[in-house]
C-alpha cells in the first residue's frame, strides 16, 4: 500500500473538534503527508423546531456563519501549522463540497468526525456518511462520543 500524500480534514466545528484534527495531524506527521483543511457552510434551509417547517438563511445570517467560519477555520489552521493556500470555506452541501475539494486537489484521505447517528438520523444523511459513500478516496470517519 502506498503512503497517503494528501490529507484533508474536514471539520464543522461543533463538538469534539480537536480530537478529529488531532488524528488527522498525526496521520499527516506518520506519512509525511501534506495536512489541508476544509469547512463548509450549509446553505440548505433549516428547520423551526416549533412550526416544523423549512425556514431559509437570511443573507445577513448566511455572512455571520461564514465570517464566524472564516476566523475558526484561521484559528485551526494557525493551530496545525496549515498554510492559507491549504484551507477552504465553501458554501453549500457539506458533503459534495468536501468531495469535490479533494477530488480538485489530489486527496487520497478524507478524515471527518462522524456521530455515529442510527435510524432516521442516518437515512436522513450525515456529512461522514455522504463522504465515505460518494468520495473516490479512503475516509477516515472519527468516532465522536456523547459529551
Not at 474536514?10 to 495536512?35: I, M, P, S
Not at 459534495?96 to 432516521?120: F, K, P, T, W, Y
Amino acid at each position: 500500500m502506498n503512503s497517503y500524500k494528501h490529507i484533508l480534514l474536514a471539520v464543522d466545528f461543533f463538538d469534539q473538534q480537536t480530537l478529529v484534527a488531532e488524528r488527522a495531524k498525526d496521520l499527516a506527521e506518520r506519512y509525511g503527508a501534506k495536512l489541508s483543511a476544509i469547512h463548509v457552510v450549509d446553505t440548505l434551509p433549516i428547520a423551526d423546531p416549533a412550526n416544523d417547517v423549512l425556514v431559509p438563511f437570511e443573507m445577513d445570517l448566511s455572512q455571520e456563519f461564514i465570517a464566524l467560519g472564516r476566523k475558526k477555520l484561521a484559528d485551526l489552521a494557525s493551530t496545525l501549522a496549515i498554510p492559507e493556500a491549504q484551507t477552504w470555506l465553501e458554501t453549500g452541501s457539506p458533503k459534495q463540497e468536501i468531495i469535490r475539494i479533494a477530488e480538485e486537489n489530489a486527496v487520497d484521505l478524507i478524515v471527518v468526525g462522524s456521530h455515529g447517528r442510527h435510524g432516521l438520523a442516518l437515512l436522513l444523511g450525515s456529512t461522514a456518511n455522504g463522504v465515505l459513500h460518494h468520495a473516490s478516496c479512503d475516509v477516515l470517519a472519527v468516532r465522536l462520543h456523547k459529551p
